[in-house]
């Protein structure tokens, strides 16, 4: 065993063990057997793996949400620190202003790093299936079994297909092949294209209708704008060489992800945005109150006094007559 095959063996055991579970689960529903061995099984296998871990990873989101939200809320404070420090590039002066935003970020109890804590959490997950995927080939896992994985469910799902399409295999090495692999070439492209779009929409849909005008403007949209069109790439330049049972899994979570997000945008949109003013017309159209609107104190809508009150006991002064 080799020495990544060490590092991810808990993912590993964890992923083959989970796939091997589901597929014995949808085997149970099916009188086919050639249904059961098929690359269908093994892919509705790999969505039910995503499903389990995104439900795993909600706690994770939900924090991701609010450390987004308030590093939306804290805008205008950055914008002012940078404006304060503005062309001090001298050692001293950056270290101050890391010091302050550090502080502002501790006062808003607000992390960067959790806006990206769900991406990564999945990152092992992603590996270990890729890992094991790219191993199944190999005669000694063939005989001996891979994680959790007995000998016959490695050679069943290295042997699986989708449309011809083995789930080992992967586009650059079938366009490289003599002759070219079209079936696999075709197959991965449309899966990696629907992969970059489901990415692209996600975050285009984050900042078109969930960000504030202020988290619009300065290094926040900046960065924004830069996830909007590197994650695209990033997908296009690794999909290539992913097997096409890793490129099944990722395509689900970004459906996964674009998903849940449209729900939390719908239905709890951040302060100040667009998609906030789209929900109070909603519930404007329903007769309901707006969100996020703070009620008049009772005293301002009472109409204030205009004369002096007079007590109980008080009689009104008579008026002195003109002697005649």
Not at 29 to 54: K, P, Q, T
Request: overall charge positive.
């Amino acid at each position: 065993m080799g020495f990544f095959d060490t590092l991810l063996m808990p993912f590993t055991w964890a992923v083959s063990w989970l796939l091997s579970k589901f597929h014995q689960l949808l085997t149970l529903f099916s009188d086919d057997a050639e249904w059961a061995a098929s690359g269908w099984n093994w892919a509705l296998s790999i969505v039910m793996l995503v499903i389990v871990i995104r439900v795993i990873l909600i706690p994770l989101f939900v924090r991701q949400i609010k450390s987004q939200r308030g590093m939306q809320i804290i805008q205008p404070e950055i914008q002012k620190l940078q404006a304060k420090y503005k062309g001090k590039k001298d050692p001293v002066s950056r270290q101050a202003m890391a010091q302050e935003q550090q502080a502002l970020f501790r006062k808003h109890k607000v992390n960067p790093f959790m806006t990206c804590l769900p991406l990564l959490a999945q990152m092992p997950v992603f590996i270990a299936l890729f890992w094991m995927l790219n191993r199944m080939r190999q005669e000694q896992y063939r005989t001996d079994g891979y994680g959790a994985l007995s000998p016959a469910e490695v050679q069943s799902f290295d042997a699986s297909s989708i449309f011809g399409v083995g789930t080992s295999d992967s586009f650059l090495p079938s366009f490289q092949a003599d002759p070219t692999r079209w079936d696999v070439v075709l197959l991965t492209s449309l899966m990696i294209i629907t992969m970059v779009l489901t990415q692209f929409f996600t975050q285009k849909q984050l900042m078109s209708k969930n960000m504030s005008e202020s988290a619009l403007q300065g290094q926040f949209a900046q960065t924004q704008k830069i996830m909007l069109y590197m994650l695209p790439l990033v997908f296009v330049i690794g999909g290539v060489n992913f097997p096409v049972g890793v490129l099944i899994y990722w395509t689900a979570t970004n459906f996964w992800t674009m998903g849940q997000q449209w729900w939390v945008i719908r239905n709890n949109p951040t302060p100040g945005s667009q998609a906030e003013k789209e929900l109070n017309l909603r519930r404007a159209a329903k007769g309901l109150t707006p969100i996020n609107e703070k009620p008049q104190a009772a005293e301002e809508q009472r109409e204030k006094p205009t004369g002096k009150h007079l007590g109980q006991g008080a009689q009104p002064s008579k008026k002195k007559r003109k002697k005649s």
